[in-house]
């Protein structure tokens, strides 16, 4: 009789075998952001829908964000990619600049940071 021997465990590359996975915008945002604008109950597997379309948006629009980026030679998303995107999608016109609308949908901390704002003393905030 011979005595037992373990069996040798192949040593791990250190790399997962998983397969990575692609980020996800949180199902619990979309469905406030979805009840705060539907305003009465919508069932769960529509929920699941908008999370698929949200999330097929979403791609969509970073994509376009890129391409518009490196066109401009550039590797950093500007605020006028995300004009043109927005004015591409008929979200932006002369009649309703982006100011308008970021007036309208952000909160007043936000509208700090985004809109140029003249205060005395000849000083413009945010500073570029």
Do not use: W
Request: net charge positive; proline share 8%.
């Amino acid at each position: 009789l011979q005595p037992l021997q373990a069996k040798p465990v192949p040593k791990s590359s250190g790399t997962s075998r998983r397969k990575p996975r692609e980020p996800e915008i949180a199902s619990r945002l979309i469905k406030g952001i979805f009840r705060h604008y539907a305003k009465m109950p919508v069932a769960r597997d529509a929920f699941k829908v908008v999370e698929k379309c949200s999330e097929r948006y979403f791609k969509q629009l970073s994509n376009d964000l890129e391409a518009y980026t490196r066109h401009a030679g550039r590797r950093t998303v500007e605020m006028a990619d995300l004009e043109l995107l927005m004015r591409r999608q008929g979200l932006v016109t002369d009649k309703m600049p982006i100011n308008v609308l970021i007036e309208d949908y952000f909160p007043m901390e936000y509208r700090k940071l985004l809109i140029p704002v003249a205060v005395c003393g000849n000083k413009v905030i945010p500073s570029k």
